[in-house]
């Protein structure tokens, strides 16, 4: 089949300089989950009708499989999909989405073209409590579909109709350049309609057929932030419940939000308020208290992530313990049995097994060996002004509390380093390093008393 994506719409409600098809929903644009539900089509031809913001929504979802139509002006549904016509395979059917309705299901799309067939003209239609606002689906005395009205042409009777046009339809491609070349804009909003159409394909021998959603859900758009807020939340309780059904222990499945994909092993427990962003794993058993951040990052089985710790782009083997308020910062690699306590930043380093930095600490740019331990204060002095440099801290070194190891440095294995040491220059394995300092006593000393103003 074509599929064709009506995203030319301006979104004036959204009150936003952003394009509305690209405002995002779990933090993709909204124009972006319909492409990727479009995708597991495998459509022929997948072209997206643009026009306010073209430019902008061309650079957001560009891709080698998507065309672009554009429409200069915004005439009507029927005239945006006139626009991607010259892209089409005029011999598979053509299935109609719209740029702003995220969250239908592949399924329901399939039911609605396989309920079409090569020669039918299909429409998603639901049955709502409160229809006002949409076109209503007129059925003649055998039930059958006779055409589509717009709620602003609608008569009294029509407007009680509860079944509505979501606005997904399928039809044939070959007839369809006359169909839309013969629509007329003489209507309450002076528009071609691409809801006039299903009458021509009636008259030309095409039975119109209709399919339903699973949930209504699937068929609500975005005109506005509170729908888009409505919409997220629809979609973040889905998620939840997949999360759920796979046996994750969500203490409250309406306080996780997960922006892009969340992978789980056996026996994961998520604590509330945790977002989730990119692609991230978290293998069996692993526990990640309230208020964590975790994007693009893979979490080892048994790990521990406490309390508002913050995870971006970075890897933590098996039996970890991170937190409270641990961050993780790109390129960090943790190995097994590595603890990364409370104010303790790790960029662009790696920790070998069994090593411990458990308070208020930077490992930037570093190679840390197994079985380290690394005080609190420690300063990894990884830039110089102009360029960053690393530091070496081979196995079973012992970092005492507030030391800086100015980069670039090697500490050899087994070094100790004293308390307040700053270490400039490579120390050799297995021994002591610190820097001559006195400590002065003086006694009989009497603090000044000061008065206060
Ligand atoms: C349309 C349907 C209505 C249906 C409703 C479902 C028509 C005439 N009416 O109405 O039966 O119940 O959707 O939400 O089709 N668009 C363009 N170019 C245009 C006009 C619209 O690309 O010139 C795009 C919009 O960006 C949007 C979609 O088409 O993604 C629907 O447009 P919208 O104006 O929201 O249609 P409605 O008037 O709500
Ligand atoms: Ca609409």
Known sequence: MNIVILAAGMGKRMHS????VLHPLAGKPLLSHVIDTARTLSPRRLVVVVGHGGEAVREAVGAPDVQFALQAQQLGTGHALAQALPLLDANVPTLVLYGDVPLTRASTLRRLVDTAGQNGYG???????????????????????????????????????????????????APLAGWLAALRNDNAQGEYYLTDVVQAAIAAGHPAVTAQPDAAWETLGVNSKQQLAELERVHQHNVAGALLVAGVTLA?????????????????????????EGEVTLADNVSVGPNCVIRSASIGAGTRVDAYTHI?????????VLGPYARLRPGAKLADDVHVGNFVEVKNANIGVGSKANHLSYVGDADVGAGVNIGAGTITC?????????????????????????APVRVGRGVTIAAGTTVWKDVPQATLVLNEKTQIVKTGYVRPVKKKN
């Open 17 to 20: 300089a952003l394009p509305k």
């Open 123 to 173: 429409i998603l239609t639901v049955t709502l409590d409160d229809p006002t606002g949409y076109g209503r689906i007129v059925r003649g005395a055998a039930g059958q579909v006779e055409r589509i009205v717009e709620q602003k042409d609608a008569n009294d009777a029509e407007r009680k109709i509860a079944e509505i046009n979501t606005g997904i339809v399928v039809t044939p491609t």
């Open 252 to 276: 409250d499945p309406a306080r996780i939000d997960v922006r892009g994909s969340l992978t789980c092993g056996r026996d994961v427990f998520i604590d509330v308020n945790c977002v989730f």
């Open 312 to 320: 971006e782009n970075a890897a933590v083997g098996a039996n970890a």
């Open 382 to 406: 990884n830039y110089d002004g102009a360029n960053k440099h690393r530091t070496i801290i081979e196995d079973n070194v012992f970092v005492g509390s507030d030391t800086q190891l100015v």
